[in-house]
Structures are given as structure tokens and as C-alpha cells.
């Protein structure tokens, strides 16, 4: 049968997957898209060498020969960016995954243990909570030493306490759930409802935060970099970069716009798709 004019007229019906990721969402999605690309291949995308000085090149402005202008010493600014999205990022990773398993196990261990020694963890979480991420971790770098270990030790210890002082929490809920109940009833042991019961559902608020905690990580890392204490030159390292091109900014604005944007853009995209990830698991609309 033909349509008929109120037909013609009737708008269409969106597919519900449109619904459930808006737009404006997808742009933080395909910039880490990106981020992960430039972290596994960076060749690919920026073909020059990043250490590769030209001093008959250098401080030239963006154009066709440098995209992102040279840096004071006549290297690729843009192979530089991209390039050390790999130091950066990695150490980002790498510190939110250690934080995260040291996290998981001294929340379980809190919220498992007897009272005093419960009552012992939960007090040097609060402690260590109310120092800044990053004068603690600066804290640490200053006793352990520079270097990119040190780094990522130090951030994954000024970020323990958030994981930890969550796991702990949900671990008191978890443990006076009916299902727990149930298995202690049929004679489980405590291992076996430990790990088969009470670990796989603490660990559900774990993939938000650690979203949200690697753009922190980024940030600490580029700072302490920045400070002089994590990769060393001439490693590309976007807190190195900014630290170099400091000196330079009234006449080469760019070598420093270029990393400082790097920062900012891959710790608003995580926090935002972070805070989308929070929704979801809360059960709120997008």
C-alpha cells in the first residue's frame, strides 16, 4: 500500500543504538582510538624520527615541512607528540594496573580481616587519601629516585588508597548478601566463597575507576616528567617536552602547544568516557 501523507510527514525512528551512544560521545572514543594507535605504531602515523636533530631547522613554525613546527633543536614536533604518547600512556598503564591489583587485594584483605586489623588498613587509606596524588607520589619519587620505574611505583602508590578504600566497601557488602550466605550454609569454604563469590562482584566499580584514574596517571607522569624525574632526555615524553620548551615560548609557542594539548585531550576523553562507563554501571540514562 502507498504512504499516505501523514506517513510522508511521520519522522523517522532512530535504531536504538543511536540512542544509547549520543554523538558527542563518539569523539573522545575515536581520539583514544587514536591515542592506542600512536602507542602501538606510531611510525604510522608520524613517519619522522623523533630524535633526529636538524639545527639548521630549528624553531620553525608549523607549515608543509613540520605539521607541528620543530622544537630548538630541529626536531619533528609532531613525531615527537606521537611518538611519546608511548612513554606517556605506558606509564600511565602501567602504574593504574599495579595500583589497581595492590588496590583489589588490601581491600579484600580489609574487608576480610578481623576488626583491629581492618580498622588498621581502613585508617592508613584515610591517611594516605588526604594527600594530593601527585605531592604523594612526588613524595615517593624523592625517596626511591628518578627514573621511570620510580615513577611508576610512585603513582601506583598515591593511587592504592582509592582502589582499596573501594574494594573494602564493597567487600562488607558483598559478604552479607544472600548468596554468601547460602554458600557458607552448604558448607563452603572460606576460599572457595572468597574467590568464587565474594572477589567476582567486588570487582564491578573497578573498570570505571581505573578509566578515570589512568587520565590521573597521565597527568602525574607528565608532572613528575616534567620535574626532570621520569624518562630522561632525549626521550619523547610529553611532560619532558613541555619542561624542554619552556624556555621557548615567546618565540616558539608551538613547542609547547602541541604536548600541553596532548595532556589535556587524552585526560578529558578518558574522564569522559569514565564518567559514561559510571552511568551505565549505576543504571542512570546516558
Do not use: K
Not at 550454609?185 to 572460606?190: E, H
Not at 572457595?192 to 581505573?210: Q, S
Amino acid at each position: 500500500m502507498p504512504p499516505t501523507s501523514r506517513d510522508a510527514v511521520r519522522p523517522a525512528v532512530r535504531p536504538a543504538g543511536w540512542s544509547a551512544v549520543p554523538l558527542w560521545w563518539l569523539v573522545p572514543g575515536a581520539f583514544l582510538a587514536v591515542l592506542a594507535l600512536a602507542v602501538a605504531v606510531p611510525g604510522l602515523l608520524a613517519a619522522a624520527d623523533p630524535l633526529a636533530a636538524d639545527p639548521v631547522d630549528a624553531l620553525a613554525p608549523p607549515g608543509a615541512a613540520h605539521w607541528f613546527g620543530s622544537d630548538h633543536l630541529g626536531r619533528d614536533v609532531l613525531a615527537r607528540v606521537v611518538h611519546g604518547a608511548r612513554h606517556s600512556i605506558s606509564i600511565g598503564v602501567a602504574a593504574t594496573g599495579l595500583a589497581v591489583t595492590a588496590g583489589v587485594l588490601l581491600g579484600l584483605a580489609a574487608g576480610l580481616s578481623p576488626t583491629w586489623l581492618d580498622e588498621a588498613l581502613a585508617r592508613t587509606f584515610d591517611v594516605l587519601s588526604t594527600l594530593p596524588e601527585l605531592l604523594l607520589a612526588l613524595l615517593v619519587v624523592a625517596i626511591t629516585g628518578p627514573g621511570t620505574v620510580n615513577v611508576i611505583f610512585a603513582i601506583a602508590v598515591a593511587q592504592i588508597p582509592t582502589y582499596a578504600r573501594v574494594i573494602r566497601a564493597q567487600t562488607f557488602v558483598v559478604r552479607r548478601s544472600g548468596y554468601v550466605e547460602q554458600a557458607v550454609t552448604f558448607g563452603r569454604s572460606r576460599l572457595a566463597i572468597n574467590t568464587g563469590h565474594v572477589l567476582p562482584n567486588v570487582l564491578g566499580p573497578i573498570p570505571v575507576l581505573a578509566t578515570i584514574g589512568l587520565g590521573q596517571a597521565v597527568i602525574a607522569s607528565s608532572g613528575l616528567s616534567f620535574l626532570g624525574m621520569g624518562p630522561q632526555p632525549p626521550a619523547a615524553e610529553w611532560g619532558a617536552m613541555l619542561s624542554e620548551a619552556r624556555n621557548y615560548l615567546r618565540v616558539a609557542w608551538w613547542e609547547a602547544l602541541f604536548p600541553g594539548l596532548a595532556i589535556t585531550l587524552t585526560v578529558v576523553c578518558l574522564t569522559v568516557v569514565g564518567r559514561r562507563l559510571q552511568r551505565r554501571f549505576e543504571g542512570r540514562t546516558p
